[in-house]
DNA sequence: CCTGCTACCTGATGGC
DNA sequence: TGCCATCAGGTAGCAG
């Protein structure tokens, strides 16, 4: 379910485990997690690669091999697992029904990564280069870079006729954004999610660019303490909802102005909104 | 090209 | 307790 901050924080707490390890062997036992790629292909381009470089591009966790490319998507509920061996993996996962799950296993030469997903949707794929990942190609600017700038933001948005909700979900303009973070950067602009893309001011322009920065970084903190635990299977990010102004806080008031916040549907998911001070 | 809809999966939760 | 409906942090694929 991650979106930007959480994945920023997942990279970082993984790059210092495996950056610079060799993958030794990788384990499938749930083929749906490589689909459409053939698991058996996976695994023979990622062994014996070593990892270069632990990267994200907007939701996408990268291992950049010394040949090829190995990308994770967490999608809803993906997540990552560490284990100090091979047996330690083998004792965990195999308790019969209360075991640990895990999709996509990959050995390294010190520890065990494991990518797990109980709802299937994540996906782990190898590519050649950045350029063979559709989903990567497609990414527009990442909400965190340096190039994500007020100016280049008028710009995408003065080209689009969309609702803001559905214009900030859209991977292909700005990368990282996801359904929490673009309730919440509307939310801090004071903007109502069904206005269109190309109806906003100057002003509005940079108050919601301003919004979407200061309201990932905040959360990115939050993400980073603690630090996610690739130990423990259970472990999620702790305290989001204590820095969340409307998302799920339905019926509750707007620590605004006090109306309660509302649900409404937009692109077939909730949108949670103040309609009093967002306009 | 752009937009909107469905499918893809599993689990948690709440009402009756 | 059980059963059913609804909801969940995302994106690919397809039709219009």
Redesign the pocket.
Known sequence: ???LP?VEAVVRTLRPLVQGRKIRCVHVPHP?AT??QDPAQVARQAQGRRIRIVDRQ???VLLVLDRGLLTM?????GRLLWFANGKELRERANQGGNGV?VDVALELDQGVLGFAD????GRLHVWESVDDC??LS?LGIDALSREFTSHRFAAMLS?????LK?FL???SRVAG????YSCESLWQARLDPRRRANTLKPREVRRLHKAIVSVLARALECCLHPAPNFRDPEW??QG?ERILRA??REGRSCRRCGEPIR?IAQ????TYWCRRCQQ
């Open positions: 379910m991650p979106e959480e749906i689909k459409p907007g939701k996408y998507h967490l999608r809803l509920d799950h109980r709802r299937h949707f559709p989903g497609v080209a689009s006729k969309r609702p559905d979900l859209d991977q954004i996801g359904n929490i999620w990010f989001l998302y799920r649900r692109g077939g998911r909730s």
